[in-house]
Every structure is written in C-alpha cells, then in structure tokens.
C-alpha cells in the first residue's frame, strides 16, 4: 500500500544515525516520506540531520531538517514553530530520542540517572507539551512513542536507568491515549527488542566483548533472540508507521512490541 500517509505532516525527533548505517529515527523518516508524509526531522546533530533530509529529497520526498535539543524547552518550542511555519500543521509526532546507560542505581551516579531521564522522558513531555494543543485544534493526531522491551523485563544487560525512563514512557503515553481519544487523538508506543543499529553498536561493544568488537556483540544478541537474530531499524520503522498511519485508527494505549518474540520470556 503506497501513500498510507499522503499529505500528512510528521514531526520526528532523533531523524539522524549516531553512525553509518540505519537507526530507527533515520529508518521512520525516510519510511513516512515515501509513505507520502512531509517530515520535519529534528536531531541534535547537524550531520545526521541533513543526511536524512538529503535521502529523501533525493527520493523526490519533503523534509526540512533541524538542529535541536530535544530536551530544552525553548528548542522544542522553536522547532515546532518551525515545522508549523514550514508546512501549516502537524499531524504526526514521533519521539524517538534516547540514550542507553548500562548499570543501575548502585553502579550509576545522580548525574547520569538526571541525563537518561532528560534525554528519554523529559523530551517527550517537552514535545507533548507543544505538539498536542495543536493536534487538539486539529481535532486529530496521532503520537508513536519509541519505548523499549526493558520496560518489561531483563534483556540480558543491566539497563536499570534506561528501564525506568522506558517504564515511565508508557505509563505516559497512556494516560494520553485515554486524555485525548475523545478529541481524536492517539498515542502509542513501540518497543523495540534487541535491535542492530549504530546506536547499539556504540552503546554495548564495552559490555559484549571488548571495546569496538562489533562481530562479538551481534554473535551474542542474534543468539538471545528466539528468531535467532536481532531486528532492525526497519522492523521498528514499519511499527511506527502502522501506528501513525490511519489503519490504526482504533488502536490507542497500545505498547507494541518488536522483538522477535523474546519479551515471551518475560511473562
């Protein structure tokens, strides 16, 4: 099905790749603009930023791209105004910024615990706290929420920190959905499993084997997977287009999860 959100303006955050290669925020971008969306992708890092943009204007696409922290409130605020003065509306939020910290309150100090919780939760709140008004005015909308399967449960590392900000993420995004069904508008959440990205690349090579060992962590996490091997940035991509996409026109609160089947286990 081509053009599942023709017309539709998305606001995503995190629209770059912290390396080469796909991460979900790059992945979903460049997924909702040949889905027809126009896309404002914001991500606070300029490279990334204008790769994602320059994909998809080469694929005959619509996406003008932003340099922000996500996380401070008059950024968000500016780049909002910005997406609204570039393409008149905004019917489609993704957040997709996030940090993972492996350790847990005994191996982590209060700043780190304040930076997952700024980068991961904090954002979110922030980007609500503008995009939602306007999706209210619009009398509709729809938000996708990148969570995670730690929310559930223990992923063979200790994301103690990250667990938590995910967790909350949910708690969240369902209050929404019940908020604000009655004015047409839908939150969700996806829940990614052990995925193979750059971010995860960068974030876990020290846990799974020795620093830069890329070959060691993919061995290792392709084996805890009951499908035998990791998804990727596409897997959750195409999640976070049903979600957003008119399909899922009743489907409000969910937590979907990604991951191969291995949050089975948590049960």
């Avoid at 204007?57 to 996406?63: K, T």
């Avoid at 609204?84 to 905004?90: D, P």
């Avoid at 974030?203 to 998804?231: F, K, N, W």
Wanted: proline share 3%; net charge negative; glycine share 12%.
């Amino acid at each position: 099905m081509a053009g599942r959100l023709q017309d539709k303006v998305a606001l995503i955050t995190g629209c770059g790749s912290v390396g080469p290669g796909w991460g979900n925020g790059k992945a979903i971008s460049v997924l909702f603009a040949r889905e027809g969306a126009r896309v404002f992708g914001i991500d606070v890092s300029r490279d990334a930023a204008l790769e994602t943009q320059k994909i998809i204007q080469d694929e005959g696409g619509d996406c003008r791209a932003a340099v922000a922290d996500i996380a401070r409130s008059e950024q968000v605020a500016d780049a909002v105004r910005d997406c609204l003065e570039t393409f008149g509306r905004i019917d489609i939020l993704v957040n997709n910024v996030g940090i993972a910290r492996v350790g847990g309150p005994a191996e982590l100090d209060e700043a780190t615990w304040d930076d997952v919780m700024r980068v991961n939760l904090k954002s979110v709140y922030l980007t609500c706290r503008e995009v939602l008004p306007i999706m209210e005015r619009q009398g509709k909308g729809a938000v996708v929420n990148n969570a995670s399967i730690a929310a559930w449960g223990w992923c063979g590392v200790n994301y103690g920190l990250y667990s938590a900000s995910k967790g909350a993420m949910i708690s969240m995004t369902r209050s929404l959905a019940i908020q604000y069904a009655p004015k047409g508008i839908r939150a969700n959440c996806v829940c990614p499993g052990l995925m193979n990205t750059p971010l995860v690349h960068k974030a876990l090579t020290t846990v799974y084997g020795a620093e830069g060992d890329i070959d060691t962590l993919i061995r290792t996490r392709d084996a805890q997977c009951p499908m035998g091997h990791m998804g990727n940035a596409w897997d959750t991509a195409y999640a976070a287009l049903y979600l957003a996409s008119d399909e899922a026109g009743y489907v409000t609160g969910v937590a979907l999860n990604v991951d191969g089947g291995i949050s089975i286990r948590f049960a």
